[in-house]
C-alpha cells in the first residue's frame, strides 16, 4: 500500500469512528486494526494524534466546501438564494458530523473556538452573505448582528437534531428554512425602514 493510500485509509477510518464513536469513544487503535496496520501507524503517518485530526478536519473541509462550490454556480449572483441554501448544507453536515461541534475535538489539535470558522468552506458561505449585504448597503455591524442569528441557527438545529431532541413529526431542514428566511424577513423589513426614513 502506497504512503498516499494509507492516509486516506486512515482519514476515512478516522471519519467513521469519529462519527460513531464521538471524541470520548475515539480511538487509534481502533482506527488502526479496521485499517489493518500496527497501532502506531495512525499517528506515526501524520507525525502525531494532532496533525491525524488536523488531517481529517481538512478532509471535511473539502467535502463541504464542494457542495459550496456547486451551490454558488448553480445560484450565480443570487446571494440570498446561495447562502439559504450553503446555510441548510452547513446545518446537515454539522448533523452528519456531529462531532464538530464538540469543543474537544477542535482543542485535541489545538484550534480552540475559531474552530470550523477557519475552514475554507464556511468562508464561502460567509462570502455569500457578506455579498447580499454589500448589494443592500448594509453596515458591517448590521452584518455581523445577523451573521450571529444565522450561526445560532445553525449550531442550534444540529445540537437540538444531535441529541434527538425534536418534537415527533418534526421535518428539522424544513423547520430551519422557515426560520432562516424570517431573519431574512426582518433584515429586509429593517432596510425598508431604513430606505423609507431616507426618504422622509
Known sequence: MSERNLGELLIEEGIRQ???QGM???????????????CAAPFKHF???KEFLRSIAGRLDEELSETME?????????????HLMMNDAYIQFLCKYAFLIDPSFWQ????PQAGIRSWRSFHMLEEQFAAYC????????????YFYNFQTLAYGSAFVVNNGLLLEGE??????????????RDLETMQDAEYKADET
Not at 470520548?24 to 500496527?38: I, K, L, Y
Request: with cysteine; proline share 2%; hydrophobic share 35%.
Open 18 to 20: 469519529l462519527k460513531a
Open 24 to 38: 470520548d469513544g475515539f480511538s487509534a487503535r481502533a482506527v488502526a486494526e479496521a485499517c489493518h496496520v500496527s
Open 47 to 49: 507525525n502525531g494524534k
Open 70 to 82: 456547486e451551490i454558488c454556480e448553480s445560484c450565480g449572483d443570487d446571494h440570498k438564494t446561495a
Open 108 to 111: 485535541a489539535f489545538e484550534q
Open 134 to 145: 454589500k448589494e443592500h448597503q448594509l453596515d458591517y455591524h448590521v452584518w455581523k448582528r
Open 171 to 184: 421535518e428539522p431542514m424544513k423547520r430551519v428554512r422557515e426560520i432562516a428566511c424570517r431573519i431574512y
